[in-house]
């Protein structure tokens, strides 16, 4: 899984993909409503449940319709426009919040921050579910080659519950302790989420298996130039001779599963051309 410069990328994105998925405020507005709803002032058991049912059913309405579509577009572009959104979110209801306590501690209330840190609280819900909830397996299929795909999935699924373990244990003593100031680190938090996808998260969408197989240096320049030769050859007639340097080191678990898959391709060619693949 570590060998290769490509294989500790993908790792990388594994880790930090699980994280993301249980640590970008998802767990912070679902488990401790209570306490949210208490910072907007909505404290009646009549209000609470309300917006709880309110939001269940948005957020069934916009995961189905997004999970429909979200795949049509870039896995890269979808990831950076949910954290982006998030952030935004983050970062309004922040200043909600600040704006509520203030009017508290002066024995006032303020009508306008608390209608627009609800509408906030509901626009969450599609933001994450562009990117964290309906593109995560689908993106870890598509990063990693089919040998590593389960090790992959797994690290994901460690590093999830790791994440999850800390917002349940941590978020409602962060919340106590330091009231709206805590929604700060997670604009800070969700801000480095952007950031991480922007630099490190390769395009997967619409690449076949080669070209998923060689996605950011997984395999070496030299065999990527040679199946490159092996389907010119396919197109000239002609038959490769066996590259030097081929044999000075053994081929590599995906470069094996490459090498069949490209001569999968090109066995209808090679009966009529004679193309040699020479291990």
Not at 46 to 60: D, E, G, P, V
Request: charge should be positive.
């Amino acid at each position: 899984m570590v060998r290769t410069p490509g294989m500790r990328r993908r790792v990388v994105i594994s880790v930090f993909l699980g994280l993301f998925t249980q640590m970008s405020g998802n767990t912070l507005l679902s488990y401790y409503q209570s306490l949210l709803f208490a910072l907007m002032g909505y404290t009646s058991d009549y209000a609470k449940t309300r917006i709880n049912i309110a939001n269940q059913c948005w957020s069934l309405m916009n995961a189905v319709v997004i999970a429909l579509v979200v795949t049509r577009f870039r896995r890269r572009w979808m990831f950076m426009l949910s954290a982006g959104a998030m952030t935004m979110i983050f970062m309004s209801m922040t200043i909600c919040f600040q704006r509520l306590q203030l009017a508290k501690s002066q024995g006032t209330t303020n009508k306008a921050a608390q209608i627009a840190s609800l509408v906030f609280y509901f626009a969450y819900s599609p933001a994450y579910n562009i990117g964290n909830n309906s593109l995560t397996y689908t993106y870890l299929v598509e990063l990693f080659p089919y040998a590593q795909r389960t090790m992959g999935i797994g690290i994901e699924q460690l590093f999830g519950k790791l994440g999850g373990f800390f917002s349940i244990y941590v978020n409602p003593i962060a919340i106590d302790a330091i009231q709206w100031k805590y929604f700060a680190v997670y604009c800070a938090w969700i801000t480095f989420e952007f950031t991480f996808v922007y630099f490190m998260y390769p395009e997967t969408y619409n690449r076949t298996l080669e070209e998923l197989a060689f996605c950011k240096s997984h395999c070496t320049v030299f065999w990527r130039n040679y199946i490159l030769m092996l389907s010119q050859c396919s197109k000239t007639r002609s038959s490769p001779t066996r590259p030097s340097g081929l044999s000075k080191r053994p081929l590599t678990m995906v470069e094996r599963e490459l090498l069949c898959t490209t001569r999968a391709r090109l066995r209808p060619l090679s009966a009529q051309h004679k193309v040699l693949f020479v291990m």
